[in-house]
């Protein structure tokens, strides 16, 4: 398996615009998470589904960030409009029925 | 929000030495994982822990479950260059209905040994 995979790497943006990071899981895992990291805030939670259903989105920081699941293979966390706070590197992560969270590497997002 | 507070900060340490860190809660977890991020990758799975009082290793890492559930430590023996990273523990709850509850980390330990 090629493990979690996320696109692109990295983004650069101006502020405004949409962006869209994407994510596709290790296959039969039912879990999946999007985490923000930054140094002063370490590894945050943001959203997380099982089952592709989202479970809890306490953490989205505010109504111009959404995530969706449409399938078990795919999910996206787009923030509309950007704004320089928001860099920072975006993990994705998926678990199989328990325990541990596989990573993606990350994109790293820089708002200009 | 559930929070984890992750001790120490940052270790400085000579190479050979061992090192200890944890983390601790308030709230009860039914799992803790201990994760170890390099520069530009995520963050990869060193340990698992699944039940209290449980102790596992992983070569010269090992970590124990706290008898609380409110607490876990990673101890690293003889460190060598290749141990620079930061390390994280994670906590996972169970929901209502017995589904897995969210995964909250601690802000780091952030590992320098020194050859």
């Known amino acids: 398996d090629a493990g979690v995979i996320q696109s692109p790497r990295h983004e650069v943006t101006e502020m405004g615009q949409e962006v869209t990071l994407r994510c596709k899981p290790i296959?039969?895992?039912?879990?999946l998470f999007w985490y923000r990291q930054t140094m002063m805030r370490g590894l945050e939670l943001l959203i997380y589904?099982?089952?592709?259903?989202?479970?809890?989105d306490s953490g989205m920081p505010e109504d111009r960030f959404s995530a969706k699941m449409p399938n078990a293979s795919f999910s996206t966390l787009k923030i509309q409009p950007s704004e320089p706070r928001d860099s920072a590197v975006y993990f994705c992560?998926?678990?199989?029925?328990?325990?541990?969270?596989?990573f993606g590497q990350g994109t790293r997002l820089t708002v200009v | 929000g559930q929070q984890l507070n992750q001790s120490p900060q940052s270790m400085f340490i000579q190479e050979g030495e061992d090192v200890s860190m944890n983390c601790t809660s308030s709230?009860?977890?039914?799992?803790w994982l201990w994760y170890k991020q390099d520069p530009g990758e995520g963050p990869v799975l060193l340990i698992a822990?699944?039940?209290?009082?449980e102790l596992t290793s992983n070569g010269r890492l090992t970590a124990q479950f706290g008898i609380t559930r409110k607490d876990s430590f990673l101890n690293i023996s003889a460190s060598i260059p290749s141990d620079v990273g930061i390390y994280f523990c994670?906590?996972?709850?169970?929901?209502?209905?017995?589904?897995?509850?969210?995964?909250?980390f601690g802000k780091g330990t952030k590992l320098s040994v020194k050859p």
């Open positions: 992560a998926s678990v199989p029925g328990q325990g541990q969270a596989f």
């Open positions: 296959s039969g895992h039912n879990s």
């Open positions: 589904f099982n089952n592709n259903v989202p479970i809890d």
């Open positions: 709230s009860i977890f039914n799992t």
């Open positions: 822990l699944y039940k209290a009082g």
């Open positions: 994670a906590g996972r709850k169970m929901n209502y209905g017995g589904s897995q509850g969210n995964l909250i």
